[in-house]
């Protein structure tokens, strides 16, 4: 499979947490070094780092993208992509797009199954302003593994129920962003990776223009609105 003039190949490279060297890894974190390599080798082998704008402004409107784009996401929202991220980034004139849960921007307690140190919404400004950075959804609410897991639909929900409570979390995260003053893609990455079938169109009508999931694969990237939704990432 090759690249042509009006399409791209387009590998997306997930991360979360990104912690200093010697400090403990998991299965959602990387050390700054292993980060920092990761950039090196893509840097070297002709890679491009870009924005997701650009990817969607390249299926959109015709715009160029470089013969080897590649997309970094960082899920989530931790406070390392200030610390750790962000000046790698500045050293390797690379970008990326930081995957937002509203619940942990606004300094909730619920709505998020998963507890580190996150960016509120100064922090995400902050991110913002280098340039660099870009953000998408990872929901309001719904970063949940309960008995919803992700934007999964319950087996004794309706199809208006279920709209009904994606739209609120929509709706929701819309509101707490402009409140803050913080533009957001209309992007969304599925929490988990579990993708809603469902969901996928609601977003489309809400005017989302771009899903990510957690599939590993190589997207292959057109002048067609269609290959934006369910993204996968490795």
């Given at each position: 499979?090759?690249?042509?003039?009006?399409?791209r190949?387009l590998?997306?490279?997930?991360?979360?947490?990104?912690?200093?060297d010697?400090?403990q890894?998991d299965?959602?974190?990387v050390s700054?070094?292993?980060?920092?390599?990761?950039?090196?080798?893509?840097?070297?082998?002709?890679?491009?780092?870009?924005?997701?704008?650009?990817?969607?402004d390249?299926?959109?409107?015709?715009?160029?993208?470089?013969?080897?784009?590649?997309?970094?996401?960082?899920?989530?929202?931790y406070?390392?992509?200030?610390?750790?991220v962000l000046?790698?980034?500045e050293?390797?004139d690379?970008?990326?797009?930081?995957?937002?849960?509203?619940?942990?921007?606004q300094?909730?307690a619920?709505?998020?199954d998963?507890?580190?140190?996150?960016?509120?919404?100064?922090?995400?400004?902050?991110?913002?302003?280098?340039?660099?950075?870009?953000?998408?959804?990872?929901?309001?609410?719904l970063?949940?593994?309960?008995?919803?897991?992700?934007?999964?639909?319950?087996?004794?929900?309706?199809?208006?129920?279920?709209?009904?409570?994606?739209?609120a979390?929509?709706?929701?995260m819309?509101?707490?962003?402009e409140?803050?003053?913080?533009t957001?893609?209309?992007?969304?990455?599925?929490?988990?990776?579990?993708?809603?079938?469902?969901?996928?169109?609601?977003m489309?009508?809400?005017?989302?223009?771009?899903?990510?999931?957690?599939?590993?694969?190589?997207n292959?990237?057109e002048?067609?609105p269609?290959?934006?939704?369910?993204?996968g990432?490795?």
């Amino acid at each position: 499979a090759t690249a042509t003039q009006d399409s791209r190949l387009l590998p997306i490279i997930m991360y979360h947490d990104v912690v200093p060297d010697g400090e403990q890894l998991d299965e959602y974190t990387v050390s700054a070094t292993q980060l920092e390599e990761d950039l090196a080798a893509l840097a070297r082998e002709g890679w491009q780092t870009v924005r997701l704008s650009e990817v969607i402004d390249f299926v959109q409107n015709g715009a160029t993208l470089p013969e080897k784009p590649v997309l970094l996401v960082f899920d989530d929202g931790y406070d390392s992509v200030l610390t750790q991220v962000l000046p790698l980034l500045e050293k390797y004139d690379a970008r990326a797009v930081v995957s937002v849960i509203g619940a942990r921007a606004q300094g909730l307690a619920d709505g998020c199954d998963t507890s580190r140190q996150y960016m509120d919404w100064d922090a995400l400004s902050q991110a913002l302003a280098s340039g660099r950075i870009e953000l998408q959804s990872h929901s309001a609410q719904l970063h949940v593994f309960r008995a919803r897991k992700g934007l999964q639909q319950l087996p004794d929900e309706t199809e208006e129920a279920y709209a009904k409570m994606l739209l609120a979390d929509m709706n929701q995260m819309d509101a707490w962003s402009e409140d803050a003053g913080v533009t957001m893609i209309k992007s969304f990455a599925y929490p988990y990776g579990f993708v809603e079938p469902l969901a996928d169109s609601l977003m489309r009508k809400q005017g989302y223009e771009a899903t990510m999931t957690s599939e590993p694969h190589i997207n292959r990237i057109e002048r067609n609105p269609d290959c934006l939704y369910r993204l996968g990432r490795f």
